[in-house]
């Protein structure tokens, strides 16, 4: 499609810097949310790194154990709420608007400054690092009383995530507004591609829990600076309050993490297995469901508190597996015929099919009460945590990377360096991640910094082999990443004959999004302009 | 005529502006949800309330009592109800394209929100218990306090829009900012009415 100026657009030229640091492009503003997030993927990466170093041999006094609490704790804080929760936002803020054939999001400013609430918030949170005490080191649950017995580095912990919460909860409304009211002709609902249906479950959640997360760090911010009693059971408390409101956020954030990564690769399997998405509406539906779900399953991360009813949130827990087993069929449903070509993005939409698909199992295993009982606090939910948010998100990310690239760069990542960059990550995950399972079952506590010489000591080592292993993945990514970038910008389209909207403009796209919009018939609106044939189909 | 000089978007409903407003309401309610959730699980934790039994010798020594004075709260209560009914009163007459009615229904609502807040912090300063004073003390100022945190956001709220108000930028098909705050004004009224019937009225 020719790219036609615009008229007028030399008028707003401004200096590069300039205009990056006050766009409110969704476009850009997407791309720097990208480049943030990945720069707290890195932060987070090497913060993982120090922790599996100290934890490679038996009685390691590589790092002080005050020091490998604060490790932790920001390795978690970084990863959850400086990139995975935003980097969500960064592919949402791009892609949205185009694929429902949007200009822009509905309240442009208001994007601007949720991504611009960002940067000062990963600030705060590393200044701890600074001041007396150090940063936070209550782990990213900051539970009460070991919350109020840190340093200052923990108020500006709760400060910053505070600040990030706003930024996600006004970001929700963003994404949630554009959706309802600015699609384009004949974009019903039902035509929406998956990712924006996961964007908007995941805006809801965001939306309603994101507060409750506010009301319970200002409360701890209480009791930490005003003598405040919350949490505290000498002067009236409950510490078990703190665990109540708290997962009451973090369980939904569980899925504000993984919904749009499961959108993501649901763009990704049906455009290389070349067919539709098999069960579009199941997949809606099924996503709907987790959502709603997913407000009622928060005490089974308190199943040993002895403050919750067991089979209550043991029943609704098994229960939010039957939607996302859908998806799981949705997804080898898609696959099975189809004509799969094994590109880098597929191999790591399959990547995460499989790896999320065990990280879903031992999260039911854990649902069980008297095997939670078991295994709470052991490495068993280190290995189920990173099976879904490693195994299934991280791979999402860089499925969407790889896909995505083209468009919002246009230019190719290397496909062979693409390759090894899965195979290294897929292998050194799986070396780092697996052998926790049977440190967990083996009964190594979580979050301890240190163990004496027991028998956990070949499995941590092969665990650091791993960690060291999806360090080393990054270099061709990172590779590739600056061979595309040496290159002109050459790509087409539509490089991948894919289905959605923000194919059927320039990559990159124009200021302005679309210079004209393809018809939209069906939830494949590129596939019925490549073949009007058969198009009509769908829904 | 009406029909030339209202906007497009006004004949699909509710504009996007509104529905962010709305949406961002609903986060707000689930915010104060969090806090009264807290309240609630204190009182069905304490043994007796105001949890008197709580209380250390160097906090009666120092002359903490865990008692409130429901007499200006009420009036305070009485005066906030009745300013979003003054509120929803000037909305109409936008509706009418009565500017001089929409200015001074503004004007009233703003007044009655400062006087609101200053018997807040007049209450504040008589009571014989601080923030820190058991979980009695830590409930009842945070949740008021962030009340009274929204009521002072409302009122500002109100303050722009009378300022926009006396520029002559509203008429009876262009409003939509008035809609907003009044409705902002009533979401505050109905915190504050659960607030106080949770902390002055349920028995003891």
Sequence with gaps: ?539 | MAAIESSPRHEEGMSNGMLGFILFLASEVMFFGGLFAAYFIARADAQEWPPVNLLTEEQIAAGVQLEMHVGLPAIATAILITSSIVIQWAEFQIKKGNQAGLIWGLFITLAMGVIFLAMQMYDYAQLDFGAGDTIYGTTFYTLTGFHGAHVFGGAVFILIVLLRALGGQFSAQRHEAVRACSIYWHFVDVVWIALFTILYIVPE
């Design chain 1, 1 to 539: 499609m020719a790219t036609v100026a615009a008229p007028g657009t030399q008028a707003y030229a401004r200096p590069a810097l300039l205009d990056w640091l006050t766009t409110v492009d969704h476009k850009k503003l997407g791309i720097l949310y990208l480049y943030f997030t990945m720069f707290f993927f890195a932060v987070g990466g090497i913060l993982a790194l120090l922790v599996r170093t100290q934890l490679a041999v038996a009685d390691s006094s590589f790092v002080s154990n005050n020091a490998y609490n604060q490790i932790f704790t920001m390795h978690a804080s970084a990863m959850l709420f400086l990139f995975i929760i935003p980097v969500w936002a960064g592919f949402g803020n791009y892609l949205v608007p185009l694929q429902i054939g949007a200009a822009d999001m509905a309240f442009p400013r208001i994007n601007a400054l949720s991504f611009w609430l960002l940067p000062p918030a990963g600030i705060l949170m590393f200044a701890g690092f600074l001041v007396e005490g150090g940063s936070a080191n209550a782990g990213w649950t900051a539970y009460s009383p070991l919350a109020q017995q840190s340093g200052s580095g923990m108020d500006l912990w709760i400060i910053s995530v505070i600040i990030l919460g706003v930024s996600s909860t006004i970001g929700a409304a963003n994404f949630m507004v554009t959706m309802f009211r600015m699609r384009a002709p004949g974009m019903t609902m039902f035509r929406m591609p998956i990712f924006c249906w996961t964007m908007l479950v995941t805006a809801v959640l965001q939306l309603l829990a994101t507060p409750v997360l506010a009301a319970a760090l200002t409360m701890l911010f209480i009791d930490r600076n005003f003598g405040g009693a919350f949490f505290d059971p000498n002067t009236g408390g409950n510490a078990i309050l703190w665990q109540n409101i708290f997962w009451f956020y973090s369980h939904p954030a569980v899925y504000i993490m993984i919904l749009p990564g499961m959108g993501i690769i649901s763009e990704i399997i049906p455009v290389f297995s070349r067919k539709p998405l098999f069960g579009y509406k199941a997949f809606v539906f099924a996503t709907m469901a987790i959502g709603g779900l997913g407000f009622s399953v928060w005490a089974h991360h308190m199943f040993t508190t002895g403050a919750v009813l067991l089979p209550f949130f043991s029943f609704m827990t098994f229960l939010i597996g039957v939607p996302t087993g859908v998806k799981i069929f949705n997804w080898l449903g898609t696959m099975w015929r189809g004509s799969i070509t094994f590109t880098t993005p597929m191999l790591f939409g399959i990547g995460f099919v499989s790896m999320f698909l065990i990280g879903g199992i031992n999260g039911m295993f854990s649902a069980v009460v008297p095997i939670d009982f078991a295994i709470h606090d052991t490495y068993f939910v280190v290995a189920h945590i990173h099976y879904v948010l490693f195994g299934g998100s991280v791979m999402a990310v860089f499925g969407g990377f790889y896909y995505w690239f083209p468009k919002i760069w246009g230019r190719k990542l290397n496909e062979t360096l693409g390759k090894w960059h899965f195979g290294l990550m897929l292998i050194g995950f799986n070396l780092a991640f697996f052998p926790m399972h049977l440190l967990g079952l083996d009964g190594m506590p979580r979050r301890i910094a240190t163990y004496s010489e027991s028998g956990w000591e070949a499995l941590n080592f092969a665990s650091t082999v791993g960690s060291f292993l999806i360090g080393v993945s990054m270099i061709p990514f990172l590779i590739a990443v600056v061979a595309a970038f040496m290159r002109p910008k050459d790509q087409p389209d539509d490089p991948w004959e894919a289905n959605t909207l923000e194919w059927g403009t320039t990559s990159p796209p124009p200021v302005y999004n679309f210079d004209e919009l393809p018809e939209v018939r069906s939830e494949r609106p590129l596939f019925d302009r490549r073949h009007p044939d058969l198009a009509g189909g769908g829904h």
